[in-house]
């Protein structure tokens, strides 16, 4: 049974080659990755459409399947139709970090969810830097030690890790945290960007967000160079909520 390998961005990512090479030593590595590059997909999948699959060879001579889809598509793909049985899904390395409510947007964390709703080990992880990162190595072999003891201790199913690595020398790595999500929120997410009559024009991204470093939180631990490993589950009820909720006469309210 495979190790399957994806990712957000696509054939050219940087990261594809190098952690390919360090997971195969774990056993037998199955690259499945969208075709171009799909950053902020989420957890979407291609529904109305066909997905269309093309087993190709990169110029390293490196054989991957190229989908025509999203990450979570990959996934799906490979779980419940390419093969019958996957060992393990690693989801990276994003170029950049997911973080706090990063995770919502993210393609990258989208794909280990997928893995862990059929209940595939699974865990994705990100550098966090800005551009192409200066240490991808570090990451690499951070993966490469998560997959290793990932294969030996499998999780509850329905849960997944999501790892963020600094982009530093693995010299200068602190430490491990297992955190919490932390908030990571956008101020002004929309810039109106052209307006000519009843025709407007918004770009959506492109600030800086700003973090907030509880201690504890994935945020945090990145923030003071260590790496953050997050264990995530399916099931985003609000028990407290729920609780108080439960306590209304729902017949009263809505009547």
Request: some cysteine; hydrophobic content about 40%; glycine content about 8%.
């Amino acid at each position: 049974m495979p190790i399957i390998l994806t990712n957000d961005d696509g054939l050219q990512s940087p990261t594809l080659h190098p952690l390919w090479r360090v997971l195969s030593s774990l056993g037998e590595v199955v690259i499945v990755v969208p075709s171009y590059e799909m950053s902020a997909s989420s957890h979407s999948v291609t529904l109305h459409k066909p997905l269309v699959v093309r087993e190709l060879a990169l110029e390293n001579g490196l054989k991957v399947f190229a989908v025509e889809g999203t990450p979570a598509d990959c996934v799906l793909l490979s779980t419940r139709g390419i093969f019958s049985k996957v060992d393990l899904v690693v989801s990276g390395i994003n170029i950049g970090p997911n973080l706090g409510w990063d995770i919502f947007y993210s393609g990258t964390v989208g794909a280990a969810r997928e893995a862990a709703m059929y209940g595939v080990p699974a865990f994705s992880i990100s550098l966090d830097c800005d551009g192409r990162g200066e240490h991808l190595d570090t990451a690499v072999q951070i993966a490469s030690k998560i997959a290793g003891f990932l294969l030996q201790n499998p999780f509850p199913k329905n849960v997944f890790l999501n790892v963020n690595v600094p982009d530093l020398p693995r010299e200068e790595i602190r430490g491990v945290e297992i955190t919490r999500l932390g908030k990571r929120l956008y101020p002004s997410p929309v810039r109106e960007i052209f307006r000519e009559n009843s025709k407007r024009v918004f770009w959506v991204g492109g600030e800086t967000p700003l973090d907030d470093l509880n201690e504890g939180t994935d945020t945090w631990a990145v923030a003071h160079k260590r790496v953050s490993i997050t264990p995530l589950g399916l099931d985003l009820t609000s028990l407290a909520t729920l609780k108080e909720l439960k306590s209304l006469r729902w017949e009263d309210v809505i009547e």
